[in-house]
């Protein structure tokens, strides 16, 4: 499961990395055909309008994770929890992440950013 945790860390970075994310068929092969998006802002996102966003980046995100928790919910579903900071606005989000097994690889099928409040 180690190794499992690992490369769905590096997965969720990749959505963070320019060069991964300039790449449509990279976006077209991570996400699900039946990709949702909660985003922190409200708005809900299909898998288009996240390929069309992650594609019109123009640098690097700076965000970093912290309190990476994976479990798995049957042999081909994971549920991912984490804490993102944005660098770049000062920002953290509580994040959860569904990843489904289809074709023999891992995809994203859900994910959900919700806005940190400071205590």
């Known amino acids: 499961m ?3 945790k690992e490369m769905i860390l590096q997965y969720e970075k990749d959505f963070f990395n320019l060069e991964f994310c300039s790449n449509r068929l990279n976006l077209e092969n991570r996400l699900s055909k039946d990709f949702v998006e909660y985003g922190k802002s409200g708005c809900v996102y299909d898998r288009e309008s996240t390929i069309t966003a992650l594609l ?3 640098e690097n995100r700076w ?3 912290t ?6 919910l049957s042999e081909n579903i994971l549920l991912v929890n984490y804490i993102s900071y944005d660098r770049s606005v000062n920002s953290h989000a509580l994040r959860t ?3 489904k097994k289809e074709d023999n690889a891992w995809k994203l099928y859900f ?3 919700t806005p940190q409040h400071p205590k």
């Open 2 to 4: 180690i190794i499992i």
């Open 56 to 58: 019109d980046l123009s």
């Open 63 to 65: 965000i970093d994770i």
């Open 67 to 72: 309190q990476f928790e994976l479990t798995s």
């Open 97 to 99: 992440s569904i990843w």
């Open 111 to 113: 994910h959900q950013g």
